[in-house]
């Protein structure tokens, strides 16, 4: 059957119309919903408040600050860290917090706002080891992380450990005081946490690396990226920024 040409001319105009919405960018405007996507297992920075059901964190009170200048309703999505990424891509949500390292591999996929808090990869051993003092300590171990991280990234270039990877950093860490696995390795603020809350692990060596975290977006999504800027600075410059490190760090 023909298709009349007015009805082809009219799928042709309609698909271009659509392409542009698509390829263009929301305004961001004050009142706008700002889905936010975050792995709320990695305290201090999002874990989930038992009491209230809703993510809690240094990271929480980051993002609703920035929403907080922007005038935009925040909307917190818990999905996993493994995937997040892709998530954001598929626009799941709008952008990340999620104590997201700022790397390479990353920002080949993603942009980064400017960095909002530099951390570092450290190990951690049972607070009965004797064996481990540094990486090179490592070596016929076995080695717990978290999946799709920095740190799961580092434990696989150290030679001879053998890597196993959790969906979250807790389980890693309550594998480690089992005997299952004999170190693992994570952000250093993350790990201070769950030592403090535990009391059975410690900290060894040096830091393994230097981080900065910074809030995800997608490339295209360059206004919001600056609005998310913008309003970081304004935070830091304000001082609002070291009451939110004082109340979860200190």
């Not at 917090?97 to 700022?102: P, R, Y």
């Not at 990486?135 to 978290?146: E, F, H, S």
């Not at 089992?178 to 060894?204: C, F, H, L, S, W």
Request: glycine share 8%; with cysteine.
């Amino acid at each position: 059957m023909k298709i009349p040409l007015i009805v082809i001319l009219g799928i042709v105009i309609l698909a271009g119309s659509c392409a542009r919405e698509n390829r263009q960018e929301r305004g961001w405007e004050p009142g706008t919903v700002l889905r936010i996507g975050t792995d709320a297992t990695y305290p201090p920075f999002e874990i989930v408040d038992t009491e209230a059901g809703e993510p809690v964190g240094f990271d929480i009170d980051i993002i609703n600050a920035v929403c907080r200048e922007n005038g935009w309703e925040p909307h917190l999505i818990v999905t996993p860290f493994d995937g997040i990424i892709s998530g954001l891509k598929s626009k799941k949500y709008d952008c990340i917090i999620s104590a997201m390292s700022i790397t390479p591999q990353r920002e080949a996929v993603v942009a980064f706002s400017e960095p909002y808090y530099l951390a570092g990869q450290v190990i951690a051993v049972p607070v009965t080891d004797s064996l481990i003092y540094s990486a090179l300590d490592l070596r016929g171990r076995r080695v717990g992380v978290q999946l799709g991280t920095t740190g799961e990234r580092m434990a696989k270039t150290l030679a001879g450990v053998s890597v196993f990877s959790f969906d979250n950093i807790g389980a890693a860490f309550i594998d480690m005081e089992n005997g299952q696995i004999d170190a693992v390795i994570n952000d250093m603020p993350t790990t201070r946490e769950y030592i403090k809350r535990r009391g059975n692990a410690k900290i060894v060596g040096k830091l393994l690396s230097e981080e900065y975290y910074g809030i995800a977006v997608r490339k295209q999504d360059s206004r919001l990226l600056q609005k998310i800027d913008a309003a970081l600075q304004i935070i830091m410059e304000s001082g609002e920024y070291d009451e939110i490190e004082r109340k979860w760090f200190f």
